[in-house]
């Protein structure tokens, strides 16, 4: 590009214009142009941090890997431990007990998930202790019937820590009247809060023996679970570890355990950057408007420059350097105000929460309170490519109308 055509079309862009309505629509354009960059940035983040707050919280209590049989329990276990144990990949292992259940305290019933654990080895596996309440998981002792309860699941039950509460089991017990489900009293020695509804309202861990008592299991186990040094490679891992397992023996990572979670954040994402790339393209045709009627109200400074010499070609550059600037400080714009608020947005959205006394986010509806953030370059980048990309197709069509002109009919009238 020769340096006339850069210096005359940032002269147009910055010089100030007879027609003020031009200048304002520029101006239009570029807030425009930064508000949907700023959105698009923002929204990324959001739903980067959402992804990554909700892995987070769920493989805290859940585990990497599991190895289980389908629709019984496990009573050759110990080889598929060793089998974890042994794996270079597998930072730890241990047997698991899951049961369904109802507690009952003070008249309130609510149904659980039971779950065994062995709490010395569980805590190499979840990171449980970081997420108690009260109480501790070392106090699940061996036949001394102590439950852990989520803190949702106490609050429901109006139960607390040393509360006796009582555990009612599906599977029954013949006697004289007909069957009777199991029953059998424990002792609150702890209450947790992972932050997910799911988990804080219906989850209740015992220690493995007891949960082998209660559900009549005698050495059984429902599974062996095992956590991973890199979790990322957990499909790779269980699919190597499945080639030495029996054919009644099943593994399972938390990609599918969990993927529906996953999934859906991952569809929100593609479908909120394509409803607010909408906003840019506004902003784009903006653009259009402002470079047609820049266009129109150059026609007599088109005609000099054509019969001084000028190619239609160099017209075009002009205005398509007009055009790049608005789009260009719109992106900037944008792209800073995006990473200032995405970066801040933990202060900026609980300011907004109190102002407007509500909450936008219910734990019960979106696994989590709070709304995080994830700042990553590849979006901001990716964002901020788009914009400026369409800011230059915008351009294209009105510089192209400008290196039509004919300096003969553009002074025809001046």
């Known amino acids: 590009m020769r340096p006339y055509e850069l210096f005359i079309g940032l002269r147009y862009t910055r010089a100030k214009r007879r027609n003020h309505f031009i200048s304002f629509i ?11 960059v700023a959105a698009l940035i923002v929204v990324l983040s959001v739903m980067n941090g959402f992804q990554k707050e909700i892995r987070a919280r769920i493989l805290g209590i859940a585990p990497h890997l599991q190895i ?62 970081d997420k108690m309440k009260t109480g501790s ?23 607390r820590l040393h509360d006796k509460v009582l555990l009612i089991s599906p599977q029954g017990q013949i006697t004289p009247a007909g069957m009777m489900p199991r029953l059998k009293q424990f002792r609150i020695v702890g209450i947790f809060e992972i932050g997910m509804a799911p988990y804080d309202s219906s ?40 080639q030495h397992l029996p054919l009644t023996q099943y593994v399972s990572d938390w990609t599918r355990q969990h993927a529906n979670y996953f999934r859906a954040v991952q569809i929100e994402k593609k479908m909120m950057f394509i409803i607010l790339s909408l906003i840019v393209a506004v902003a784009a045709f903006n653009i259009v408007s402002t470079l047609v009627m820049a266009v129109t109200d150059k026609q007599s400074d088109i005609a000099i420059l054509r019969t001084l010499g000028a ?8 205005f398509i350097v007009q055009g790049a600037l608005i789009g260009l400080i719109g992106s900037v714009l944008g792209v800073t105000g995006g990473i200032l608020l995405s970066l801040n947005i933990d202060t900026v959205v609980p300011f907004i929460e109190r102002m407007l006394g ?14 995080p953030s994830d700042l990553q370059r590849k979006d901001v980048l990716t964002v901020a490519g788009f914009s400026f990309f369409t800011s230059l197709l915008a351009t294209l069509y009105p510089s192209w109308r400008a290196s039509r002109t004919q300096p003969a009919e553009a002074l025809r009238y001046e």
């Open 26 to 36: 520029s101006l239009i354009s570029m807030l425009g142009m930064a508000l949907g």
């Open 68 to 129: 289980s049989v389908e629709g019984s329990s496990m009573s050759d276990w110990q080889p598929a431990l060793r089998l974890l144990s042994g794996y270079p990949q597998i930072a730890a292992a241990a047997p698991f007990v899951n049961g369904q259940g109802m507690l009952s305290f003070n008249q309130n019933v609510q149904g659980v998930m039971v779950r065994g654990i062995l709490p010395q080895d569980e805590l190499k596996i979840t990171d449980l202790t």
């Open 137 to 159: 998981t070392d106090a699940l002792q061996e036949g001394g019937f102590g439950i852990v309860l989520g803190s949702d699941l106490a609050r429901t039950l109006g139960a």
């Open 203 to 242: 989850l209740a861990l015992v220690h493995l023996k007891d949960a082998q008592k209660l559900y009549q299991m005698n050495d059984s186990v429902s599974g062996v679970s095992a956590r991973l040094h890199d979790l990322d490679l957990a499909p790779q891992v269980a699919a190597e570890i499945a």
């Open 311 to 318: 190619s239609p070609a160099s017209i075009m550059k002009i």
């Open 358 to 371: 509500m909450q936008f986010l219910s734990k019960d509806v979106y696994l989590i309170s709070e709304l």
